[in-house]
């Protein structure tokens, strides 16, 4: 998914599907004239997430050049990341096309596409299947069938994966205690949150914040 949180971040998914997430917006990269075109109305008006489909000419594109953007951020090459911003350039310019064309996704896609949305719009609060079938005019098991078919796994084990990437970016991004971001993201109990933390991340809260701490001392 590509969204206008910041520059770029890339990061592997611990969800079933271990997919790589990109976020990138290429202000500052183009011209003033360029980016009044190109980036500022796409960003202000806050388009939805868009799901690549792989049987698709046009997505195989942008989905190998996100490949190719992700192992020139993986690497040490002295201009890998410049090399990575001219492949997610490729991306952004795919992905403003795809906006600008009335449809452009088969309804399943799209219906996936909106439960994708709205995972991530409630960030912290913990969204059950039945309030994400009923925000969305769904039955339970269409949004489970989604959910299989598209993301190889279940709207709950998803709606978990996301809460606990987000939980991790909060230790990392706040200097909020371990009981604090188990209260941010409405846990019951502190140990309930590492539990969780734990089985999700195979690592600690507390343990993971130190570990990447040291990373970024290095």
């Not at 909020?176 to 600690?204: D, G, N, P, R, W």
Request: net charge positive; aromatic share 10%; with cysteine.
């Amino acid at each position: 998914m590509i969204g206008p949180n910041q520059f770029y971040s890339i990061r592997l998914s611990t969800s079933v599907s271990r997919v790589y997430e990109i976020s990138f917006t290429p202000q500052g990269t183009l011209s003033t004239l360029l980016e009044d075109i190109y980036v500022r109305p796409y960003i202000e008006n806050h388009y939805p997430p868009y799901m690549y489909d792989s049987n698709q000419k046009q997505d195989r594109t942008a989905l190998q050049a996100a490949e190719k953007a992700v192992n020139r951020l993986l690497s040490n090459d002295d201009f890998s990341l410049f090399d990575s911003l001219l492949h997610l350039t490729v991306i952004w310019r795919h992905r403003i096309q795809r906006m600008n064309e009335p449809m452009y996704r088969s309804s399943s896609l799209n219906r996936v596409t909106n439960l994708l949305h709205s995972i991530h719009s409630e960030k912290l609060s913990r969204l059950t299947l039945t309030q994400l079938a009923d925000h969305n005019k769904l039955s339970k098991s269409e949004c489970c069938r989604l959910f299989t078919r598209y993301l190889g796994t279940s709207p709950s084990q998803y709606i978990q994966s996301v809460r606990m990437h987000n939980a991790a970016n909060t230790l990392l991004t706040t200097q909020l205690s371990i009981a604090e971001t188990a209260q941010l993201y409405e846990y019951s109990s502190v140990s309930h949150f590492v539990q969780s933390f734990k089985a999700h991340h195979s690592i600690t809260p507390l343990a993971y914040r130190k570990k990447h701490q040291t990373k970024r001392a290095e």
